[in-house]
Structure formats: structure tokens, C-alpha cells
T-cell receptor, first 113, second 114 residues
Framework: AQTVTQSQPEMSVQEAETVTLSCTYD???????LFWYKQPPSRQMILVIR????KQQNATENRFSVNFQKAAKSFSLKISDSQLGDAAMYFC??????????WGAGTKLIIKP | NAGVMQNPRHLVRRRGQEARLRCSPM?????VYWYRQLPEEGLKFMVY????????ESGMPKERFSAEFPKEGPSILRIQQVVRGDSAAYFC????????????FGPGTRLTVL
């Protein structure tokens, strides 16, 4: 069964600094998609970034980038120049040919002003 | 372009009542997914629907829960005879196609069972 593990229940970072959130997953499939979603206190689930497993190049969206290591089944999220508005729960998720998103337990990110 | 709409945002029911949760997908999206989030946990897949068809309901409890996505109108997640353990946030997501497409989420419905 596919699983997603986020080993950091909570992380904190000083405003304007960089933080990395870790995620590992387990699958026997070779073709799949990986996502990071953000859930602020409003509880809306917002897509942050998406990575296709067949692409070697790491996805980037402005201050957000990933380090995708397919062999290690690792998919970490790096947030540069952290801002107060980045404070949220961050969920790593995985989608395979079953169309379901499998989710990690989440990492609570705290931004210190 | 409006995003995924869910209503109500908050729903309070007493044990034994029925809960109906509605989801209108983004314009042009014909694939709808329902997820449940218990407090302090990630989301758990419940069901995947296309118009008039249930594609995968492997995450749905066998009893009391049902879902539909009619030809016209929103997708409905129905919970009959609610119990306290049904209290959770229920999220709907939609995508334009199936497996290659990103799922976009609605704001969720927070169900509280008294």
C-alpha cells in the first residue's frame, strides 16, 4: 500500500529565512505525481507545488521549490524568504493510477517575526 | 473563474439526523473527489465520481454514506443517521481530467454532530 510520511510534526523559522519540510513516500509504481498543499487557519486546502515523477527537473514556484529524489522516494519542500503568510499546515500528497491522493499527517509551520 | 464551491461551510446535526454536503466543481471540471479530514490528521480519500458515475468508492464507509454527481447540479455527499464519529471536515476537490490533472479543493464543510 502507498504511504506518505512527514516526520516533522512542527517546524519553526525566522521570517525571511529558509526552511525545508521533509516528505518520504512508498510505492511500487514508477509513474505518479507528488504535491505539496498548504492549509492555513482558514482550513482551505491550497496547492503549493506539483511534481511529475517522470520529470528529473525539480519543480519551482516562486519562493517554493522541491528536492525530488526518486530513488530515495523523497520529496522535500523548500520555502525561501519565509513570510508571515506562509504560516500553515503543509501536507505532502501522492497520486498514482488509482486517482486517489494519499496524504501525509502534515507539518505545522510557524513563522517567527 | 470561480473555484470549487462547497456548502454549507458549517453544519451541525444531532445524532441520528441526516447530513447533506454539496460540492460544485470548477467550471469545465467533470471529475469530483471527496475527502474527510479528522482533527490533527491528513485527508483520507472517500470517493471519486464523474458525471452520473461512481468511479471509485473504496474509501467510503459501507453503511450510511453515499455520494452522487448528477448530470445537472452539484455533487452530494450524504450521511444518514449521523454519529459523533462523523464529526470532521469534508473536502471536495475537482479536476479537469482524471489521473494526470491536479485536484483543486473547495473550502470544506465542517460537520459537527452533537
Amino acid at each position: 500500500a502507498q504511504t506518505v510520511t512527514q516526520s516533522q510534526p512542527e517546524m519553526s523559522v525566522q521570517e525571511a529565512e529558509t526552511v525545508t519540510l521533509s516528505c518520504t513516500y512508498d510505492t511500487s509504481e514508477s509513474d505518479y505525481y507528488l504535491f505539496w498543499y498548504k492549509q492555513p487557519p482558514s482550513r482551505q486546502m491550497i496547492l503549493v507545488i506539483r511534481q511529475e515523477a517522470y520529470k528529473q527537473q525539480n519543480a519551482t514556484e516562486n519562493r517554493f521549490s522541491v528536492n525530488f529524489q526518486k530513488a530515495a522516494k523523497s520529496f522535500s519542500l523548500k520555502i525561501s524568504d519565509s513570510q508571515l503568510g506562509d504560516a500553515a499546515m503543509y501536507f505532502c500528497s501522492f497520486m498514482d493510477s488509482n486517482y486517489q491522493l494519499i496524504w501525509g499527517a502534515g507539518t505545522k509551520l510557524i513563522i517567527k517575526p | 473563474n470561480a473555484g470549487v464551491m462547497q456548502n454549507p461551510r458549517h453544519l451541525v446535526r444531532r445524532r441520528g439526523q441526516e447530513a447533506r454536503l454539496r460540492c460544485s466543481p470548477m467550471k469545465g471540471h467533470s471529475h469530483v473527489y471527496w475527502y474527510r479530514q479528522l482533527p490533527e490528521e491528513g485527508l483520507k480519500f472517500m470517493v471519486y465520481l464523474q458525471k452520473e458515475n461512481i468511479i471509485d468508492e473504496s474509501g467510503m464507509p459501507k453503511e450510511r454514506f453515499s455520494a452522487e454527481f448528477p448530470k445537472e447540479g452539484p455533487s452530494i455527499l450524504r450521511i444518514q443517521q449521523v454519529v459523533r464519529g462523523d464529526s470532521a471536515a469534508y473536502f471536495c476537490a475537482s479536476s479537469q481530467s482524471a489521473w494526470t490533472d491536479t485536484q483543486y479543493f473547495g473550502p470544506g464543510t465542517r460537520l459537527t454532530v452533537l
